[in-house]
């Protein structure tokens, strides 16, 4: 009988940091839809975002934000 709680315990034990895990997980799904539905809705949202990233293909002016800057060149005339 003791064995079988010791086991016990230990599963409940090693099963928690999975579940915490799977819980920060749904949290950034959460937040990425958020961004595809037109922006994060809250500031742990963003921060979300920030860390993790946006989807590919995000149009929220947020995740466009985070992207890769965009260089505009001037063309150089040959004179």
């Given at each position: ?69 965009r260089h505009y060149y001037r063309v150089r005339r040959r004179h």
């Open positions: 009988m003791r064995q079988a709680i010791l086991i016990a315990a230990g599963l409940i034990v090693l099963a928690t940091p999975a579940a915490a895990a799977l819980v920060g997980a749904a949290e950034v799904e959460h937040a990425r839809m958020n961004a595809l539905a037109g922006g994060p809705t809250n500031a742990h949202d963003a921060d979300l975002l920030e860390r993790y990233g946006c989807y590919s293909g995000t149009r929220s002016p947020f995740c466009q934000n985070l992207s890769h800057p």
